[in-house]
């Protein structure tokens, strides 16, 4: 999530040839145990969402993708443990390394008001309060307390802090964000 008062929420955009967005939550790592269970990196910030799902779905390498029950979870430090049905062994388990699981975006965790996540941003245009076409957000990173959009402007990258006397609108729907930029910030 990202908006004039600097916070984000951490889900990806899934990658995937088939239709059907999807949110990436977390990236199986290995296996763990004898009976199947992965352990899987964390791709959210909220990571109380296991509690309520039911299933995930996998996306391979090659893009496709598997639905799979969850049987059962729980956390090991930073990382996630999860049982599938039907994965019982280490050598069925196997097959999940490396896949990233992932829940429909209709499912992602709402953000309050105001704030988005960092993958609504990427790809969005960016023009002044003019209507100066900037270029598009290629990335969002933290600079000590705010947000900064790296865009990729006609000349050179743009580095344009996201905060609200900057960033006056952010449509992700239309995939626009508006700046009105001090002087001098676009000659940084």
């Not at 969402?49 to 299933?55: G, P």
């Not at 996306?59 to 019982?88: P, T």
Request: hydrophobic share 40%; charged share 30%.
């Amino acid at each position: 999530m990202s908006d004039a008062e600097p916070s984000r929420g951490q889900e990806s955009p899934a990658k995937s040839n088939e239709s059907g967005e999807l949110v990436s939550v977390a990236r199986v790592t290995r296996t763990r145990g004898l009976r199947g269970e992965v352990v899987a990196d964390l791709l959210t910030d909220f990571p109380e969402r296991f509690a309520a799902l039911e299933s995930l779905i996998a996306i391979r390498a090659d893009g496709s993708r598997q639905s799979l029950r969850l049987e059962e979870h729980w956390f090991q430090g930073k990382r996630l443990v999860l049982k599938f049905f039907g994965y019982n062994s280490i050598e069925s388990a196997r097959e999940l390394i490396g896949h990233e699981l992932a829940v429909p975006e209709a499912d992602r965790v709402p953000l309050p008001e105001n704030q988005f996540y960092t993958w609504e941003l990427i790809g969005c245009r960016v023009e002044t309060v003019a209507g100066e076409d900037l270029g598009v957000v290629r990335d969002v990173t933290m600079t000590g307390s705010v947000e900064i959009l790296m865009i990729d402007g006609h000349e050179r990258e743009l580095l344009i802090p996201m905060v609200e006397d900057i960033c006056v609108e952010i449509d992700v729907a239309r995939k626009l964000i508006r700046v009105d930029p001090p002087e001098g910030l676009l000659e940084m």
